[in-house]
């Protein structure tokens, strides 16, 4: 037997489905609550226990609607980029969940079916039952919270896990970049050097590679020898150590016959 639960986050529309007491999501709404721009796509990507609904007694839904259970749930929330799906997440995990679990409906604030007539408590079989009753259901209840609680946590550690796998990704990839470039904090290409075009007349190949011997010579000098590293245009190509750049930078400013041929006109004069 099923029983179609309907409700809504923030105004859009999320169907449950109550199957044999298990409680069953309509995919679709789910994932579009989420943000995802292809739903079903997202689904079949992401979710494990999605199915065909099949027959059912909802009158509404088609039996090749596609549902999935509450984990499912979990791995489409830390993978959505919605900045409301942590507090979707919170929403499922620690009201809906909990009250279709206890009443076997989502209580949206009506007013609960009244329980039965109290025990009679004169009677200690009865009072006995009823109290066991009340400690049975408080404990399922505290069970619940933990459960939500401990689930919490665990996607909470995923996304947290995830974000950091990411900046890490982003931080290695920006630092091959830099030695691609020549650019890095340490190491430097001539072409990357911002200060020779103020000196020299660049861009000139020549004047590159009589710059790039004369960075060598100094490397060699100071036990830096250079680095190769990729360039689109060359290939590979050296990059200098800064403490090698900067000796050279002295060594032009105190050096006027330094390269001179490839000085700018106001420089050599």
């Known amino acids: 037997m099923s029983n179609l639960i309907p409700f809504d986050f923030q105004g859009a529309a999320v169907r449950v489905v109550d199957i044999d007491g298990?409680?069953?999501?309509?995919?679709?709404?789910?994932?579009?609550?989420?943000?995802y721009t292809n739903p079903q796509k997202a689904v079949r990507?992401?979710?494990?226990?999605?199915r065909p609904l099949g027959v059912n007694d909802s009158f509404t839904l088609d039996k090749q609607t596609v549902i999935i259970e509450e984990r499912d749930i979990y791995r489409l929330v830390i993978r959505s980029k919605l900045p409301a799906a942590e507090q979707f997440e919170d929403w499922i995990v620690g009201t809906v969940l909990p009250s279709i679990r206890k009443h076997?409906?989502?209580?949206?604030?009506?007013?609960?079916?009244?329980?039965?007539?109290?025990?009679?408590?004169?009677?200690?079989?009865?009072?006995?039952?009823?109290?066991?009753k009340e400690f049975k259901e408080k404990r399922a209840l505290q069970i619940e919270r933990d459960e939500?609680?401990?689930?919490?946590?665990?996607?909470?550690?995923?996304?947290e896990a995830t974000s950091m796998a990411k900046a890490s990704a982003e931080s290695r990839r920006a630092k091959a970049l830099e030695r691609e470039l020549g650019i890095s904090r340490d190491w430097k290409r001539v072409m990357a050097v911002d200060w020779l075009p103020q000196v020299f007349d660049l861009p000139n190949r020549v004047a590159y590679a009589q710059i790039g011997k004369k960075l060598s010579s100094i490397s060699r000098e100071m036990n830096l020898?250079?680095?190769?590293?990729?360039?689109?245009?060359f290939g590979h190509v050296k990059a200098y150590h800064v403490d090698v750049i900067t000796e050279f930078q002295k060594r032009v400013c105190m050096d006027s016959d330094l390269l001179a041929k490839y000085r700018k006109r106001q420089e050599a004069a």
């Not at 409906?105 to 109290?118: I, K, M």
């Not at 939500?148 to 996304?159: E, H, N, P």
């Not at 020898?225 to 245009?233: A, F, S, T």
């Open 22 to 35: 298990v409680a069953w999501f309509v995919a679709k709404d789910v994932a579009s609550v989420l943000a």
């Open 45 to 50: 990507d992401h979710c494990k226990t999605a």
């Open 104 to 132: 076997g409906f989502y209580h949206s604030g009506q007013t609960l079916p009244a329980h039965s007539a109290l025990p009679d408590f004169t009677d200690p079989a009865e009072a006995a039952i009823a109290w066991a």
């Open 148 to 159: 939500a609680v401990r689930t919490k946590a665990l996607i909470g550690s995923s996304r």
């Open 225 to 233: 020898e250079p680095r190769q590293v990729e360039d689109m245009e």
